[in-house]
């Protein structure tokens, strides 16, 4: 089982819809990574957060420690949003090496 | 503007053959690290280096060398050893190599065998 899960693999949605990413993890953590992976293969950090819930723009991280669970959501998503988002978790207690998931690839459609 | 340069964008091995990727940065970051990509897998981590002239070895660090002997600059060699070399790789660095750091990425080399 891998330690960081991500849900759907693969999500296609309208312009316009709300979007929900998942992201789950088996390990103890320091900090949790958002990132987003363009088509051209360049890689942007979106979000690190540790507790609570962030917000940038029309992007929202959640994430809930004791169930080891983060989302990512989009508001009103636009079809400049379509890329992989890639879920990477820093386990706890060390300079470990992050843990990274396979990734979620959204497609939205105009 | 601040950032990673990665080059070549895409690069072939023949086999038997040494090849070097090239990683700079002008962030002034401390911190340096190779990642693997292959299809459907997550990243994985070849080489990191915290500072000038040391660098530690990742989770697949085998068939691959590094050096770091400018603070901008962490190439990455594939060697002959590296048996399976096809992948995208993704250079990255941070201000420092500790939890909560940003991670700032290039925008990757596609390497094929030839």
């Known amino acids: 089982k891998n330690e960081v899960e991500q849900s759907p693999q693969n999500l296609t949605a309208q312009e316009g819809e709300f979007i929900t990413i998942n992201c789950s993890y088996s390990?103890?953590?320091?900090?949790l990574h958002w990132l987003q992976q363009h088509p051209g293969g360049g890689i942007v950090s979106l979000f690190m957060l540790s507790s609570g819930k962030k917000k940038h723009g029309r992007l929202i991280a959640t994430i809930n420690i004791q169930e080891k669970h983060s989302s990512l959501h989009i508001t009103a998503s636009h079809p400049r949003d379509s890329a992989v988002y890639i879920c990477?978790?820093?386990?706890?207690?060390?300079?470990?090496?992050?843990?990274f998931g396979k990734g979620t690839k959204l497609s939205v459609k105009p | 503007d601040g950032g990673i340069t990665q080059s070549p964008k895409y690069l072939f091995r023949k086999e038997g053959q040494n090849v070097t990727l090239s990683c700079e940065q002008n962030?002034?970051?401390?911190?340096m690290y190779w990642y693997r990509q292959d299809p459907g897998q997550g990243l994985r981590l070849i080489y990191y280096?915290?500072?000038?002239?040391?660098?530690q070895k990742g989770d697949i660090a085998e068939g691959y060398s590094v050096s770091r002997e400018k603070k901008e600059s962490f190439p990455l060699t594939v060697t002959s050893a590296q048996k399976n070399p096809t992948a995208f790789y993704l250079c990255?660095?941070?201000?420092?190599?500790?939890?909560?750091?940003?991670?700032?990425f290039g925008s990757g080399t596609q390497l094929s065998v030839l």
């Open positions: 990255a660095s941070s201000a420092r190599r500790q939890v909560g750091e940003k991670l700032f």
């Open positions: 390990v103890g953590i320091s900090a």
């Open positions: 280096s915290q500072i000038v002239n040391d660098f």
């Open positions: 962030l002034n970051h401390d911190a």
């Open positions: 990477a978790v820093s386990p706890g207690g060390s300079q470990g090496n992050l843990i």
